[in-house]
């Protein structure tokens, strides 16, 4: 059964086995944005599923916590399953950006300048026309140019060719993250999760 996703509809999220009340704020394609009226419960649950109840019957729908508010759990962004299966289900929300970046290279002086096409609490996607030569594996250090105090160190995962033959895209995960980067970089996430939706407040 289809139910259409309306700001504000009332539903309840059903995580291993209890049911909490909750409000549907956005969506956006697959991405829903929930204000759950209760918190304390883990969000490090495999699934939770989204139920809706209409005039013609109840509807759920298979989701995956991907982040939250740094310092309110009761407002949570899941992804919905596109084919209600589980496993389908990416572990980190991932949102596009154009944030400039400078690269530094474990062990090495060398400096390239980049920008993230997108970003997760997990790793990001940059692109530059300037990259040295890197190996799957390396070390990297990234420093946010607008928040020199976020500064981030990652692994290379992944290249790809740009759309022009000058520029090479990279994706990386993020490792061995502090505590206080970790904070700001869930904040610097979450504001972009916020604009995402049209939410600059």
């Known amino acids: 059964m289809y139910m ?60 995956r916590f991907l982040t939250a508010a740094p310092d309110d759990h009761k407002e949570l962004i899941l992804l919905r399953s596109a084919n209600l299966n589980c496993d389908e289900l990416r572990s980190f929300l991932r949102v596009p950006t154009e944030i400039a970046v400078t690269v530094t290279l474990e ?20 692109e530059s026309e300037m990259l040295p030569e890197l190996e799957y594996g390396e070390k990297l250090q990234m420093q946010i140019v607008d928040d020199p105090g976020i500064s981030v160190q990652s692994e290379l995962i992944h290249f790809s060719n740009g759309k022009s033959s000058s520029s090479i895209r ?19 996430v979450w504001k972009r999760v916020k604009m995402f939706f049209h939410d600059y407040s």
């Not at 002086?109 to 920008?115: E, G, Q, Y």
């Not at 990279?170 to 700001?184: E, L, N, Q, Y």
Request: glycine content about 10%; some cysteine; overall charge positive.
């Open 4 to 63: 259409p996703f309306n700001k504000g509809t009332k539903c309840s999220l059903r995580i291993d086995g209890r049911r909490y009340p909750a409000e549907l704020v956005d969506a956006r394609d697959r991405v829903l944005r929930m204000q759950c009226l209760e918190d304390g419960f883990d969000m490090r649950s495999r699934g939770i599923v989204v139920e809706f109840e209409g005039r013609g019957g109840n509807a759920a729908y298979f989701t």
């Open 170 to 188: 990279v994706g990386v995960r993020f490792i061995d993250v502090d505590d206080a980067s970790v904070r700001a970089l869930t904040w610097f």
């Open 107 to 126: 062990d090495s002086p060398a400096k390239f300048d980049a920008r993230l096409l997108n970003i997760s609490s997990g790793g990001a996607l940059m």
